[in-house]
């Protein structure tokens, strides 16, 4: 135990820790494209997926900081702040910039921070210590979760368990970049753009649909049903346990060849274009679902335009158009209560014994 302060080597052992390799994700296409799609553009807005437990949400959004370049970061910030960007400073960095203290630059991997249920607003957002902001006539602000996530990813697994007042609080973060805490007069606010990523099992809580129409992409996880890839998942799950770093030395040239992709397409992202025609399609389909507003409309064209960024072009096209959530939460509930009544009519029968393979919920 002696030696070095403990708390370096748990902040060393944190960081050695390996990840589960995005590109050994088996199957669940859907959600690993919607990850990617926020990767190359963080204005389509973050993704909600439903499902059950053990479909891989959780390694899917952890395994996304590693096909990221790591950050440059201004040095010693508790907020990430990027040096070059002067204008979205937090207050100990822009005081810094004023004194003529340079910021100096350090690099750092993308925060993947995870929200975990029963966080208090303080321990998200960060508390003010008012006692000694007044008695020294400082700012006393101790940074929360959202100053760790600033330019990363926020991940909450179960957002529809979380308290309706920290949900809305979350969505106004997100959607503002800044976060901003108040208590008797003293504030304090700091950069915090993130991208929201939730996850919920719609059979264990409902999703309001407040929640739901402010992501910008959702998609539904279902456990895998095809058996050679139910086996594959758990040989490479094996594999990666058993010699982690073996593992994911043999995936490194595929991680490196989706991460270049990712680099190409977030610089192509900002030319693509909608044609006319295409934004009339999105507009009649949001039209048609009752999407408030018009940030469905802008979400759906920005997500579009991601997909072609990705697929390497300048234009998009009809088929790069996906749902809003809206329409994506219609189809799941129709679809769930579709399941219910096939379990009423199958008790008493012996139809469950076919659920694996038929292809059917
Ligand atoms: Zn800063």
């Keep these: 135990m002696a030696g070095r302060p403990a708390h370096k080597r748990s902040a060393k052992s944190a960081a050695a820790r390996p990840v589960f390799p995005f590109t050994a994700i088996v199957g669940q296409e859907e959600m690993k494209l919607a990850l990617l799609l926020n990767v190359v553009a963080p204005s389509v807005g973050g993704v909600l997926v439903t499902g059950h437990r053990g479909t891989g949400k959780t390694t899917a959004v952890r395994s996304l900081a590693e096909l990221l370049p790591p950050l440059t970061s201004a040095r010693g910030c508790a907020y990430n702040c990027d040096p070059s960007d002067e204008d979205s400073l937090c207050d100990d960095c822009a005081a810094r910039l004023a004194s003529g203290v340079g910021l100096g630059r350090e690099r750092r991997p993308v925060p993947v921070v995870e929200l975990p249920l029963g966080a208090t607003e303080d321990r998200v957002c960060g508390t003010i210590d008012l006692g000694r902001a007044l008695r020294e006539g400082v700012k006393a602000f101790e940074p929360g979760l959202l100053a760790r996530a600033n330019r990363g990813f926020l991940y909450i697994?179960?957002?529809?368990?979380?308290?309706?007042?920290?949900?809305?609080?979350?969505?106004?973060?997100?959607?503002?970049?800044?976060?901003?805490?108040?208590?008797?007069?003293?504030?304090?606010?700091?950069?915090?753009?993130?991208?929201?990523?939730?996850?919920?099992?719609?059979?264990?809580?409902?999703?309001?649909?407040?929640?739901?129409?402010?992501?910008?992409?959702?998609?539904?996880?279902?456990?895998?049903?095809?058996?050679?890839?139910?086996?594959?998942?758990?040989?490479?799950?094996?594999?990666?346990?058993?010699?982690?770093?073996?593992?994911?030395?043999?995936?490194?040239?595929?991680?490196?060849?989706?991460?270049?992709?990712?680099?190409?397409?977030?610089?192509?992202?900002?030319?693509?274009?909608?044609?006319?025609?295409?934004?009339?399609?999105?507009?009649?389909?949001?039209?048609?679902?009752?999407?408030?507003?018009?940030?469905?409309?802008?979400?759906?064209?920005?997500?579009?335009?991601?997909?072609?960024?990705?697929?390497?072009?300048?234009?998009?096209?009809?088929?790069?158009?996906?749902?809003?959530?809206?329409?994506?939460?219609?189809?799941?509930?129709?679809?769930?209560?579709?399941?219910?009544?096939?379990?009423?009519?199958?008790?008493?029968?012996?139809?469950?014994?076919?659920?694996?393979?038929?292809?059917?919920?």
Excluded: M, Y
């Design 157 to 361: 697994d179960e957002v529809n368990l979380l308290e309706d007042h920290l949900v809305d609080l979350l969505l106004d973060v997100a959607a503002t970049g800044r976060n901003r805490v108040e208590r008797e007069g003293v504030s304090a606010e700091h950069p915090a753009r993130f991208r929201l990523v939730g996850s919920a099992n719609p059979e264990e809580g409902e999703l309001r649909p407040q929640l739901v129409d402010r992501f910008g992409l959702c998609v539904a996880v279902e456990t895998e049903r095809d058996l050679e890839r139910r086996v594959l998942i758990v040989e490479n799950r094996e594999s990666f346990d058993e010699d982690p770093a073996a593992f994911n030395t043999a995936r490194e040239s595929e991680q490196s060849r989706l991460r270049r992709r990712l680099v190409r397409a977030a610089s192509r992202f900002a030319g693509v274009k909608v044609p006319r025609a295409v934004l009339r399609q999105i507009a009649e389909l949001c039209h048609r679902l009752g999407v408030d507003g018009h940030r469905g409309e802008i979400t759906v064209a920005r997500a579009a335009r991601a997909l072609a960024a990705f697929e390497g072009r300048d234009v998009v096209t009809a088929g790069d158009v996906r749902p809003p959530c809206r329409a994506e939460r219609g189809r799941q509930g129709r679809a769930r209560r579709g399941r219910e009544d096939a379990r009423r009519a199958s008790l008493g029968g012996r139809a469950q014994t076919r659920s694996i393979d038929d292809g059917q919920p």
